[in-house]
């Protein structure tokens, strides 16, 4: 073996015999051993450096990244809007007829459908108001001027729906509640279409969209809940008739306005102390 330090060759031995440097033994035995020579790094040619990829996006707990899922969420929010828009578009060609198809599998149109109508008024009232305005009035505009309000709307119209309901069990027809429901938010369509006019005109600060708004409530109260009771109870029913059916909805409706008119005027006297409703 040569020596690294005066290239004397020697044939064994750890120290060169003429210098006295140390010599490679161990890497020189080992690959005589192996019957191969030894393998020298090349230093010509640079070594890259090596990244490490961080671990892709899992969603599982520390990982430390953000969780996939509410993409499921965003996918089936979108499934659910454009299966409501095509419901909407069908129910508005012929609200009447279209509605007698509905059944109880239509039951989370129809309730999307009560809870826009309940929900566009009292936005019509906030944006109105204007910010300044708001601020000034509650502590907590947004609560007290929609979420209250809309609250209140959707439990009038609930109700109103449950009294069509027992109409139609009163006239012996066997229909299911959520069935009832489903096609009391299907004749209300083109009354939200009404409150979706009004809100728009609102918006656009033009006097007439009070017109459309009261048109909206009306359809609400005297013409959805006759369309709803007739489309169930025939000419043949034993029970009791279409028409006093019709009454006696009407009579709970506006008890029930009464009760729920009560307590949205105080919601709205606690933001204007001493307004004009008292």
């Known amino acids: 073996m040569h020596c690294t330090n005066c290239n004397h060759y020697n044939e064994g031995g750890k120290f060169c015999e003429s210098c006295g440097a140390k010599l ?4 020189a035995a080992t690959s005589e051993t192996a019957g191969q020579s030894p393998v020298q790094p090349d230093y010509t040619q640079q070594q890259e450096p090596v990244y490490h990829t961080p671990p892709q996006q899992t969603g599982y707990p520390g990982s430390g990244q953000p969780s996939a899922q509410p993409n499921v969420y965003l996918q089936n929010a979108k499934k659910v809007s454009r299966s409501y828009f095509n419901y909407f578009g069908g129910i508005l060609k012929r609200p009447f007829s279209a509605s007698h198809s509905i059944g109880g599998d239509q039951l989370v149109n129809g309730i999307i459908t009560m809870v826009l109508l309940s929900l566009i008024a009292p936005l019509m009232v906030y944006f109105t108001l204007g910010a300044r305005a708001r601020n000034y009035l509650t502590e907590s505009p947004f609560l007290d001027i929609v979420v209250k309000p809309a609250l209140s709307l959707v439990i009038l119209i609930l109700l109103i729906a449950t009294f ?3 109409a139609v069990r009163l006239a012996k027809v066997h229909a299911g509640y959520r069935d009832v429901i489903a096609r009391f938010g299907a004749m209300l369509v083109p009354f939200l279409g009404l409150m979706g006019i009004a809100f728009v005109l609102s918006i656009l600060q033009i006097e007439i969209f009070g017109i459309f708004l009261v048109g909206a409530f009306l359809g609400l109260v005297f013409i959805a809940p006759p369309l709803v009771i007739t489309s169930w109870v025939k000419q043949d029913a034993r ?11 009407y009579i709970a409706t506006f008890i029930t306005l009464d009760i729920i008119g009560k307590a949205i005027v105080n919601i709205l006297d606690d933001i204007v102390p001493g307004s004009m409703f008292f």
Do not use: I, K
Not at 24 to 27: A, H, Q, T, Y
Not at 239 to 249: E, I, N, Q, R, S
């Open 24 to 27: 490679p033994v161990e890497v």
């Open 164 to 166: 069509c309901y027992c």
């Open 239 to 249: 029970g009791l008739d279409a028409v006093y059916g019709v009454l006696l909805t």
